[in-house]
């Protein structure tokens, strides 16, 4: 069985979906900060004949992780859980150090005493900081610059101790780019709380009337439009790369750290004017002062993870964008 962490929240329902469609039974910790009880059934009807079960719980609650472990035959773990909004966490640092960090120390130690010895870890681009070079390659420096992206780096430091004292400890460091879009039956999809800090989710519902107005945080960047570049990737091609990544740790017997994009970046602006083009109107935006901890462009090489894992993103803009609208329309108002 695969405990996945933060399983209901957005990349996380994708991937349960994707690894129950591969034949692994989950089991889902989630304490619902970031997600709703929903998600669970979308995730069952996705995937009808598949072992999915649920516990609420945080992982920095060890007593309930621990019952989790006692409970189940755990044989590797998919780590999302975290808070993720570059803006927040610098406002709100401690909160950040002590959800991602010491939710994942309280991890490893119940890990530890129950003997599972391989996780793949959802970590993020934001661990290289600024660019030296483009496209990032994974021996790029790393010098994050947000609290969030610091604890990201961190948790793959953990990561890499703890498999230096524990020979048989293995782990993959997923560092991915920006995902978007949605499944492609639009049952499951990004529904984040009060008004959302990523490109797309904030896209779509200006486009449904929602909200009035899309804000794009910066236009002086040192980019062709001004506009930040990101590397967007779509979410199933990201649940795919976890799928592929949990093999690779049941086949191989070394651990990997490797970047998931599409390996090219794309302008705020072009992402809204193609979102524009397929829905077939304008979508009213305005230009607002930079956030906090953003970098003006960066998008990955991802030729280690074609190499080693066997995995490449498959799904372009157009799909994306698709695939996000289809979610909007049919869930207006996100879960129930």
């Known amino acids: 069985m695969i405990l996945v962490t933060g399983g209901l929240g957005y990349i996380g329902s994708h991937t349960c979906v994707a690894l129950a469609q591969a034949g692994y039974r989950l089991i889902i910790v989630d304490n619902l900060c970031n997600s709703k009880p929903s998600v669970l059934g979308r995730i069952r009807e996705l995937a009808p004949d598949a072992t999915i079960e649920f516990r609420h719980a945080d992982l920095r609650d060890r007593a309930a992780l621990e019952s989790v472990f006692a409970a189940h035959a755990i044989g590797a773990v998919v780590h999302f859980a975290g808070l993720k909004a570059v803006g927040e966490s610098v406002e709100?640092?401690?909160?950040?150090?002590?959800?991602?960090?010491?939710?994942?120390?309280?991890?490893?130690?119940?890990?530890?005493?129950?003997?599972?010895?391989?996780?793949?870890?959802?970590?993020?681009?934001?661990?290289?900081?600024?660019?030296?070079?483009?496209?990032?390659?994974?021996?790029?420096?790393?010098?994050?610059?947000s609290p969030y992206g610091r604890t990201k780096l961190v948790i793959e430091q953990l990561l890499a101790d703890q498999s230096g004292s524990d020979p048989d400890f293995r782990y993959t460091c997923l560092r991915y780019f920006n995902p978007i879009g949605a499944h492609p039956s639009g049952r499951i999809g990004e529904d984040p709380r009060g008004i959302p800090n990523n490109l797309f989710p904030y896209l779509t519902q200006v486009a449904s009337g929602r909200l009035?107005?899309?804000?794009?945080?910066?236009?002086?960047?040192?980019?062709?439009?001004?506009?930040?570049?990101?590397?967007?990737?779509?979410?199933?091609?990201?649940?795919?790369?976890?799928?592929?990544?949990?093999?690779?740790?049941?086949?191989?017997?070394?651990?990997?750290?490797?970047?998931?994009?599409?390996?090219?970046?794309?302008?705020?602006?072009?992402?809204?004017?193609?979102?524009?083009?397929?829905?077939?109107?304008?979508?009213?935006?305005?230009?607002?002062?930079?956030?906090?901890?953003?970098?003006?462009?960066?998008?990955?090489?991802?030729?280690?993870?074609?190499?080693?894992?066997?995995?490449?993103?498959?799904?372009?803009?157009?799909?994306?964008?698709?695939?996000?609208?289809?979610?909007?329309?049919?869930?207006?108002?996100?879960?129930a």
């Open 92 to 145: 709100k640092p401690l909160l950040y150090w002590d959800n991602n960090v010491g939710g994942t120390i309280a991890l490893l130690e119940a890990m530890q005493r129950h003997g599972v010895r391989r996780i793949v870890f959802s970590s993020s681009a934001t661990v290289y900081g600024a660019p030296e070079y483009l496209p990032y390659r994974e021996e790029h420096p790393l010098r994050p610059e």
């Open 212 to 335: 009035a107005k899309l804000r794009v945080f910066g236009n002086d960047y040192p980019t062709p439009d001004g506009t930040g570049v990101r590397d967007y990737i779509h979410v199933m091609d990201l649940a795919a790369g976890h799928v592929t990544a949990l093999r690779y740790l049941e086949e191989r017997e070394r651990s990997i750290t490797a970047n998931l994009g599409t390996g090219s970046g794309l302008s705020v602006l072009q992402v809204v004017t193609a979102f524009a083009r397929l829905i077939g109107r304008e979508v009213p935006y305005e230009f607002v002062s930079r956030r906090a901890g953003d970098i003006a462009a960066f998008w990955a090489d991802a030729s280690l993870a074609a190499r080693e894992l066997g995995w490449r993103a498959e799904l372009g803009l157009d799909d994306m964008c698709r695939d996000a609208w289809r979610w909007q329309t049919q869930n207006p108002d996100g879960y």
